[in-house]
T-cell receptor
């Protein structure tokens, strides 16, 4: 099992550009999450999904959109990137039960100039 | 979810036990205590969780006080690879759908 994978690993954007981060999991998990982590801070939840076709806002959703068209994939989109979105983005997944035990991907380091 | 308090940093000698404390005095009856760690630049890694009984797995032991207001994560024989930030998180089920709240954590440094 690959677990949770994220694409790309690194990306540099200019202000106003758009991009999509891809998260994939092969554990048949129901729940998936997107977090961001800024220097010296803990992780903050952006959006999450409790199943295919569903999404919900987390703690810091502004400026991001998500989609969960397939159970194994969770996409995070930035329509118009801003320097404040420079961060490391982590995707995670968990089973329907025991959702506190989350499996994290390796992260995507995004810089917006 | 209840708030947790952890020391900002701790040191431990390689081969010795590392005991990481966490205070969660406002924990509710349905909230679990979870521990994660994050090795530099990697995604967080789940370690262990418990409700009120002590728990042990291949990575660590979790000791929860009888009043559940505090807990201790024990790494029995710390190695250099255990150097990481350790997060103590209290988390309820129900409708919170896994919205883990990561605080500042404890930076554990294991010395040779």
């Amino acid at each position: 099992n690959a677990g949770v994978t994220q694409t790309p690993k690194f990306r540099v954007l200019k202000t106003g550009q758009s991009m999509t981060l891809l998260c994939a999991q092969d554990m048949n998990h129901e729940y998936m999450y997107w977090y961001r982590q800024d220097p010296g801070m803990g992780l903050r939840l952006i959006h999450y999904s409790v199943g295919e076709g569903t999404t919900a806002k987390g703690e810091v959703p502004d400026g991001y959109n998500v989609s969960r068209l397939k159970k194994q994939n969770f996409l995070l989109g930035l329509e118009s990137a801003a320097p404040s979105q420079t961060s490391v983005y982590f995707c995670a997944s968990s089973k329907r039960r025991g959702w506190g035990e989350q499996f994290f991907g390796p992260g995507t380091r995004l810089t917006v100039l | 979810d209840a708030k947790t308090t952890q020391p900002p940093s701790m040191d431990c000698a390689e081969g010795r036990a590392a005991n990481l404390p966490c205070n969660h005095s406002t924990i509710s009856g349905n909230e679990y205590v979870y521990w994660y760690r994050q090795i530099h630049s990697q995604g967080p890694q789940y370690i262990i969780h418990g409700l009120k009984n002590n728990e042990t797995n291949e990575m660590a032991s979790l000791i929860i006080t009888e009043d559940r207001k505090s807990s201790t994560l024990i790494l029995p024989h710390a190695t250099l690879r255990d150097t990481a930030v350790y997060y103590c998180i209290v988390h309820a089920g129900g409708t919170s759908y896994g919205k883990l709240t990561f605080g500042q954590g404890t930076i554990l440094t294991v010395h040779p």
